[in-house]
């Protein structure tokens, strides 16, 4: 399966997962924090096991053990709450994260997206669908995106509502080209790129 297959296919079905991460447990999910990822999870009253591993991976296939907690987890009369700090995550990518919990398997993975803001607060790459904008730490929710030609011309317009925007599509032509964030606050982001 393609990594972008695997990408909709989590995104597309993620609520599911949400629901029944592992039997043991109540929730599993994690989130971006300055430049930490964060993980949380709780384990259901009167659940037990041996230890718990954390794994990561880049691209959902591979995964490495980044962490442990050592001893019993969980309690006999309570739900326990458990959170572990990643502070090496994957720059600019998704995040897969799985804990194996003692002997008792692994849950579902959880997928946490990581942007890294360069020194003007934003960072474009290339990617499958043609370039993408990933804002760090954006200064509203929703606004409108418009990318120009070079000579002023409006290319491409749409409403995003995420960090991460793609600003064009592959079949575009070659060129240099700018771009304008106008957020529902009246922020603007802009720059420029080279397709």
Known sequence: MSKY????FFILFLPLFAIAQHPLLDNFDG?????????????????LCDGTRVFRSGDGEVFQQ????????????????????DSLPVPNA????RLELGNNGFTTTVLVDFL??????????????????????????EGVAQVF?????????FVFNTRRIALMDNPWHRGAYIFRLTYDNGSVVSGKFIR
């Open 94 to 97: 998704l995040n897969y994260y």
């Open 66 to 85: 980044i962490g442990e907690i050592a001893g019993i987890c969980g309690a006999s009369g309570r739900p326990v709450i458990y959170n572990y700090i």
């Open 5 to 8: 297959l695997r990408f909709l």
């Open 149 to 157: 030609d070079l000579q002023g011309r409006l290319v491409n317009q």
């Open 31 to 47: 989130f971006q924090q300055d430049d930490r990822i964060y993980l949380r999870w709780t384990f259901s009253s009167g659940s």
């Open 116 to 141: 890294v803001s360069g020194e003007v607060g934003y960072t474009l790459f290339a990617s499958v669908s043609g370039v993408e904008l990933l804002i760090a730490d954006p200064p509203a929710r």
